[in-house]
């Protein structure tokens, strides 16, 4: 069992950044690759990133491509979303979750989730 809590999040201007952490609970997180996902009132959630259980590779949404860094401390037990230039269309509430492979969290095959943290940017 893993389980996943995300933190960072906030409000902030168009044009600034913020750090999202995802901190995991129990001894086989470096097992797992991880994501992130958004999800904005009245839309469907969407894939943001997905790192490798070893972080050597990573997959990004288009609409986030150049502006996001996915990455993790497997010593840690935490994954990061480093946002930046945000847009007021990255408005959302951002998910942690884990899965077996990067490729399959991109594909939304997931074994866990978080339960999310509320990013506003305002214009």
């Known amino acids: 069992q893993v389980q996943l809590v995300e933190s960072g999040g906030g409000l902030v201007q168009a044009g600034g950044s913020l750090r999202l952490s995802c901190a995991a609970s129990g001894r086989t997180f470096k097992s797992y690759a991880m994501g992130w996902f958004r999800q904005a009132p009245g839309k469907e959630r969407e894939f943001v990133a997905a790192i490798s259980a070893s972080g050597d590779i990573t997959y990004y949404g288009d609409s986030v491509k150049g502006r996001f860094t996915i990455s993790r401390e497997n010593a840690k037990n935490t994954v990061f979303l480093q946002m930046n230039s945000l847009k007021p269309e990255d408005t959302a509430v951002y998910y942690c979750?884990?899965?077996?492979?990067?490729?399959?969290?991109?594909?939304?095959?997931?074994?866990?989730w978080g339960q999310g943290t509320q990013v506003t940017v305002s214009s």
């Open positions: 979750a884990a899965g077996q492979l990067a490729r399959k969290v991109m594909a939304r095959e997931l074994d866990y």
